[in-house]
């Protein structure tokens, strides 16, 4: 079976760079007319570049997603350019790693802002186009850390779990109108962020690792073309953890 999104439009959010650019590219790459966005003016040029000189199908769109207006306009552009919305990845995800005594209220307000009221304003925008089309493919990126926690990372934490529990709630509510609603939890992925870990930390996260090696990002784009394709249409409200079996 050849796996094709033509006549697919699938936005993801945070895909100028790290796992949402791979997970965009994936999607471009088995035909999919992609909607580009990131806060980061920068790294959003820097990918639209990319596609321009491959000639994927795109549109580019800066879009904070703390911001509802910026949301309700990032979706509005999507319906006057193509007139439907197939598929949302809620991949935009920032970190302000620290321990408690140490974090301050801004820095859990960030977290939680971008990581858990981001995909709460992109899902309820995304599911009023998707239930008029009685249709649509909802992908949310959390983390395993989401489900087990980490020491030094209480707002990240929470705002992944915070992620697994609103998806499970809107997969129980959009059902009926054929929509699916999945949770992509990482593990210890190869990014910008985890390349910054010192030789120690990399080791300690490996050692929790069967498989005894990170993961790339194309193991998470993989995941969520999986769960946006045919093949998936039977799961909704489930959390996919891509980790090498670090969370069993």
């Known amino acids: 079976m050849e ?7 699938v936005l993801i959010t945070g895909s100028g760079r790290g796992i949402g650019r791979s997970i965009a590219e994936n999607f471009a790459e088995h035909r999919a007319t992609v909607i580009l966005s990131d806060y980061n003016a920068e790294s959003l040029a820097n990918v639209e570049q990319a596609f321009k000189e491959k000639n994927y199908p795109y549109l580019a769109v800066p879009c904070d997603v703390t911001d509802e207006e910026q949301v309700s306009q990032l979706f ?4 006057a350019s193509f007139e439907r919305i197939d598929i949302v990845v809620n991949n935009a ?29 992109v899902t309820k925008a995304a599911s009023k186009f998707m239930m008029k089309q009685r249709f649509g493919k909802i992908i949310n990126i959390s983390s395993v850390v989401g489900i087990i926690g980490n020491a030094g990372q209480s707002n990240y934490s929470a705002s992944k779990a915070g992620v697994i529990g609103f998806s499970k709630s809107i997969a ?8 699916t609603v999945n949770v992509i939890a990482p593990g210890y992925i190869e990014t910008e962020m985890t390349h910054v870990l010192s ?22 784009a993989n995941a969520a073309l999986f769960l946006a394709s045919p093949m998936a249409d039977y799961i909704t409200g489930q959390v996919i953890k891509v980790d090498g079996g670090m969370v069993m």
């Open 93 to 121: 995800g920032i970190t302000h790693d620290t321990l408690l005594m140490r974090m301050k209220t801004d820095q859990w307000d960030s977290v939680i802002n971008t990581n858990l009221k981001g995909v709460f304003l």
């Open 172 to 179: 129980k509510e959009l059902a009926s109108r054929n929509i």
């Open 199 to 220: 030789d120690a930390a990399k080791e300690a996260f490996l050692a929790t690792i069967p498989l005894k090696r990170a993961g790339s990002q194309i193991d998470v």
């Open 3 to 9: 796996l094709t999104f033509k006549d697919n439009v």
């Open 76 to 79: 509005e552009n999507t319906i």
